[in-house]
């Protein structure tokens, strides 16, 4: 008897007392063939979108509808749910978790439809490739999908399943079709005055540093030394799940801190009512300081902040990073340092370049905090920069 393909029923289930959890309900078929209502709690509506709770039961649908052993043919399809249970479910894996919920994304929403039921050795590089030209989508999106493609194949190699992986064959560039914008020292500086002192730190991490945002608001107190002036960091903070695992290796390098940020964060350590070694930097005080800030919240403030200015540019908490990346390169410094300083893992940087010195790192720093904040502002006074404690 053929097995039944099932969707399930994704709803939102009201709690007495909290937010309501999204559950997804399923059959299930019992020993002596009786049907049985199962159902899983995915998360809070609260801590969770409609979008991110069908990501999840999407995985409990392709249990539901593969089998556990291996079949006769092999499909990319069954592989696929292998690899998710295998490794973006494992609890080893070395992916961050917005990694990991990005391919499960892009495996629901592109691979499976298309490829599911090709098998896996009847499938061609040429195929995969005439498929992507046709995809309206950005070209890192579309590499980023050749990219899932081929760890798929990986993962049915190591199985012992294939020999042969066919979309190391598949061409799609990953340039980007659109310029990132990037602040000018004056527009950054203008920033700087305007937003309040939460956000002023963010920003000075920002253009001294470029931590990713999820990095950013990973930060604990513990993680900065002000008496040795550089920062860790080792965690990253993604729809409230804590990932232990940077990027690369180089985002676990300590990276130092200018005496302009030490007197901001300094200042906001003093006003935070969250301010003890084990507290996140940017505590949320709704929830009672036990998990940080979502940057949705954080980015809408910026964002009121720049409109307010009249910049005429779409700014973001990466905006930063991308001011600079930039800087950086205009102000000629070498490419360990750039890559060091922003904990890139350039192939270019780390294979043709010695590493970088830390005063290097901290006099290129110096450098493009001097663009923006001028050289008046280099012992660490700071007193040209309005810091307002108010927390909106």
Request: aromatic letters at 8%; glycine letters at 6%; hydrophobic letters at 40%.
């Amino acid at each position: 008897m053929t097995k039944r393909h099932q969707r399930g029923s994704l709803r939102s289930v009201p709690r007495k007392t909290g937010p309501a959890m999204w559950e997804f309900f399923w059959w299930e078929t019992g020993p002596e063939g009786e049907r049985r209502r199962r159902h899983a709690v995915l998360g809070s509506t609260k801590g969770l979108t409609r979008k991110a709770a069908e990501g999840k039961a999407d995985v409990i649908r392709l249990r539901l509808n593969t089998s556990d052993q291996t079949p006769a043919i092999l499909k990319f399809g069954w592989v696929a749910g292998d690899y998710i249970r295998q490794e973006l479910d494992s609890e080893r894996s070395r992916l961050a978790q917005s990694t990991r919920a990005i391919y499960r994304i892009n495996i629901h929403r592109w691979i499976l439809d298309r490829w599911g039921d090709v098998p896996v050795d009847g499938l061609r590089g040429v195929e995969v490739e005439a498929w992507l030209d046709m995809l309206d989508l950005a070209n890192g999106t579309k590499a980023k999908i050749r990219n899932i493609m081929s760890a798929i194949y990986s993962h049915a190699k190591r199985q012992g399943w294939t020999q042969f992986n066919p979309i190391s064959t598949v061409r799609q560039s990953a340039q980007r079709e659109h310029v990132p914008e990037v602040l000018t020292p004056a527009e950054a500086r203008a920033i700087a005055e305007t937003i309040a002192l939460r956000e002023l730190v963010l920003a000075m991490l920002g253009v001294g540093n470029g931590p990713r945002v999820s990095e950013a608001l990973g930060l604990k107190w513990e993680d900065l030394d002000f008496i040795q002036k550089e920062m860790r960091i080792g965690r990253s903070i993604w729809h409230q799940r804590i990932n232990e695992n940077c990027k690369t290796a180089n985002s676990r390098k300590a990276v130092p801190l200018d005496d302009r940020q030490i007197v901001v964060m300094l200042e906001w350590r003093r006003v935070s009512p969250y301010n003890q070694d084990s507290d996140w930097v940017f505590a949320s005080p709704q929830m009672q300081g036990k998990q940080p800030f979502w940057p949705d919240r954080l980015r809408r403030n910026l964002q009121a902040a720049v409109k307010q200015l009249g910049i005429q540019k779409r700014v973001g908490w990466h905006t930063f990073r991308h001011t600079l990346s930039t800087m950086l390169r205009a102000n000629g410094e070498d490419i360990a340092t750039q890559a060091e300083l922003l904990r890139n893992s350039k192939k270019v940087a780390l294979e043709h370049y010695t590493q970088a010195i830390p005063e290097s790192k901290r006099a290129a720093q110096a450098r493009v905090l001097d663009m923006i904040f001028g050289t008046d502002t280099a012992n660490g006074t700071f007193r040209n920069i309005a810091i307002s404690p108010t927390i909106n």
